[in-house]
């Protein structure tokens, strides 16, 4: 089974920007879309959007349009997620997930580590 | 967007225990529900997908059900490694939506 291989975490500074990156290993991207979740420290998760590999259309959630954009590279089965304008209400660890379908039901089933993202002045 | 609400917020049990948590969707979502376990620094698990379909690898004292609006996650016999946050989440319609957690704590 694909594993996801995520980058390492990342500090930056308030107003700047993060990319995160999501690798397949062991395999390729063998999946309906990729997937973005995040949670805050002491908080619950939150799912920021999605990438649909077929058509390379990405749907985000409402809270972060503007800021969010969701990637893939196919070639290297990389999917990205890039958040600008960050402040320190981002700082979360960040989860890239493989979306499959069963019976018409859309799921999160293979995850990543995490990625910590630290935002501080 | 499609508001989850789970209840309780938290619960405390002791293992062997029977725990039930609910979730309600703010509209119809059919079956369109999937259930996480979450534990500290670890990514979340999908226990149960399309409301009742248990995921492989999943024990089988994890059981889902409900249509609609309304849905639980049953745990029967309750296991030291059954103590975590669990969220519901609504795939019905983007942008999907998680519930705000339950967390089974030991008594």
């Known amino acids: 089974q694909v594993q996801l291989v995520q980058s390492g975490a990342e500090v930056k500074k308030p107003e700047s920007s993060v990319k995160v990156s999501c690798k397949a290993s062991g395999g390729t991207f063998d999946t309906y879309a990729i997937s973005w979740v995040r949670q805050a420290p002491g908080q619950g998760v939150e799912w920021m959007g999605r990438?649909?590999?077929?058509?390379?259309?990405?749907n985000y959630a409402q809270k972060f349009q503007g800021r969010v954009t969701i990637t893939v590279d196919k070639s290297t089965s990389t999917a990205y997620m890039e958040l600008t304008s960050l402040r320190s209400e981002d700082t979360a660890t960040y989860y890239c997930?493989?979306?499959?379908?069963?019976?018409?039901?859309?799921?999160?089933?293979?995850w990543g580590k995490g990625t910590p993202v630290t935002v501080s002045s | 967007d499609i508001q989850m609400t789970q209840s309780p917020s938290s619960l405390s049990a002791s293992a062997g225990d029977r725990v039930t948590i609910t979730c309600r969707a703010s509209q119809y979502i059919s079956g369109n529900l999937n259930w996480y376990q979450k534990k500290p620094e670890k990514a979340p698990k999908v226990l149960i997908s399309g409301a009742s379909t248990l995921q492989n690898g999943v024990p089988s004292r994890f059981t889902g059900s409900g249509s609609g609006t309304e849905f639980t996650l049953t745990i029967n016999g309750l296991q030291p490694e059954d103590f975590a946050t669990y969220y519901c989440q609504q795939s019905y319609t983007i942008p999907w939506t998680f519930g705000q957690g339950t967390k089974v704590e030991i008594k």
């Open positions: 990438i649909i590999l077929l058509l390379g259309l990405a």
């Open positions: 997930a493989t979306v499959s379908i069963n019976n018409d039901h859309y799921y999160m089933d293979v």
